[in-house]
């Protein structure tokens, strides 16, 4: 199991291919990973080839995107800004939601926000139903980062439609949205 999430890691940093890291995982364990939805014997964790690779690929497509943001001029920012920026662009966010959204205390969602507000990327206004509470708003520097984001996500999913063709694509956002549950998107712990 460690030498799976070992071969993850190394997967992620070197950019090997998934067969690559397949064959290596066969060689270290004596097994192939087995497929989702595997009910051979009951051994805990057969499914951990899957979630190395999703996890993986999860990874890699922040960093992709956050590669493309910063090459767009926006240099100044990590990945936990774009996952904050979700929450922010309807604008109706207070830095209490942010922190839910993000699953941190208000103390570091408040450090943040005032992180993106010194940085442009952030305004505050009244909250007209909370004197003590302000609302967040992106400024356009903040829409102009979150379409560099969008545009990056677009180019990385027609990568992988030009990998997986337009039919897997799409069968694996189906099966993938009956798998993960609905709630806000943040940045990973792990």
Known sequence: MVKQLVLCVKMNSMRESKGQVEREIERES???????????????????????????????????????????????????????FVRIAPGDATVGDVAEHLGVTKQAASQLVDELARKGYVTRRPHPGDARARLLALTERGWACTRAADRASA????????????????????????????????????
């Open 30 to 84: 004596g097994s192939r990973p087995q497929p989702a939805g595997f009910h051979g014997d009951a051994e805990p964790g057969r499914h951990l080839g899957v979630a190395v690779l999703v996890l993986s690929a999860a990874a890699a497509l922040v960093d992709e995107i956050h590669d493309a943001v910063t090459a767009a001029g926006f240099e100044d920012l990590r990945p936990t800004h774009g996952f904050a």
């Open 155 to 190: 180019a990385a999913m027609d990568r992988w439609a030009a990998v997986l063709g337009p039919e897997r694509l799409a069968a694996l956002r189906t099966d993938l949205a009956r798998v993960v549950p609905p709630g806000p998107l943040r940045p990973a712990a792990w």
